[in-house]
């Protein structure tokens, strides 16, 4: 069940968390505070709840158990940017916004912070798969969200793409302070952007690292052997 507010600084507050499908737990007593301004990364191996936390975070999924205290529609960027092909990346980003002159200067404020402020009137279909990104973040924080949900955004993207978006990102929370939980699978990701990072396994947190420039270089081979990889053998 979804509250109407956090507690003061926080984004979102998780209390004992479950979720079943059918009769197999998903997520079973899990707690998590975000902070506002605070960027918290989820890794895990695949099947471990990593998404179905995300989704009962969105309000996508129902809950069986426990409660979140935070928005009731926090923003989200999932691995697609999913644009609808019939508007223009102007009246994309204001999906969502009441209809209005402020809502277009919002639009056209939040393209020009991603880059794309001389494309107001432009299709999705002559978009890169970075620019189509772009786009997608723009939309999600032109709401001046409480709460960001980041669904792997940058998976589908090149390696030199990757890079140029996840400065973008972190720049972008730096400026509007949004909590965020960036769900990757990337280590080296959820260390360049992440003020901590979380384990998850078997529908629970269970580890957590606190990300500093000293405890970087050390963090990543720790992490690596949580999730079950070599840190030799991640490097080649």
Not at 10 to 38: F, H, M, P, T
Not at 208 to 232: N, P
Request: hydrophobic letters at 45%.
């Amino acid at each position: 069940m979804n509250a109407p507010s956090t507690p003061s600084g926080a984004a979102v507050v998780v209390r004992n968390l479950r979720r079943l499908y059918g009769k197999r737990v998903v997520i079973d007593s899990l707690n998590l505070r975000i902070e506002r301004g605070e960027f918290v990364a989820l890794l895990g191996e695949s099947g471990c709840g990593k998404t179905t936390l995300l989704r009962a975070l969105s309000g996508l999924d129902p809950v069986d158990g426990g409660s979140i205290d935070g928005p009731r529609l926090p923003a989200i960027v999932f691995q697609e940017p999913r644009l609808l092909p019939w508007e223009t990346l102007e009246q994309n980003v204001a999906l969502g916004l009441a209809p209005g002159p402020q809502s277009r200067a919002a639009a056209q404020a939040a393209l020009a912070e991603v880059g794309l402020g001389e494309r107001l009137e432009d299709w999705p279909r002559n978009l890169s798969g970075g620019q189509a990104q772009r786009v997608a973040l723009a939309r999600a924080l032109v709401q001046e969200p409480q709460l960001l949900l980041l669904d792997e955004p940058f998976a589908a993207l090149d390696a030199l793409t990757r890079i140029r978006m996840q400065r973008l990102v972190k720049h972008l929370i730096e400026r509007h302070q949004p909590g965020v939980l960036l769900v990757t699978h990337d280590v080296d990701e959820a260390i360049a952007l992440a003020d901590r990072a979380l384990i998850m396994r078997d529908g629970a947190i269970a580890a957590e690292y606190r990300v500093t420039e000293q405890t970087r270089a050390a963090l990543r081979d720790t992490l690596l052997a949580q999730l079950g990889v070599d840190a030799d053998t991640a490097a080649h």
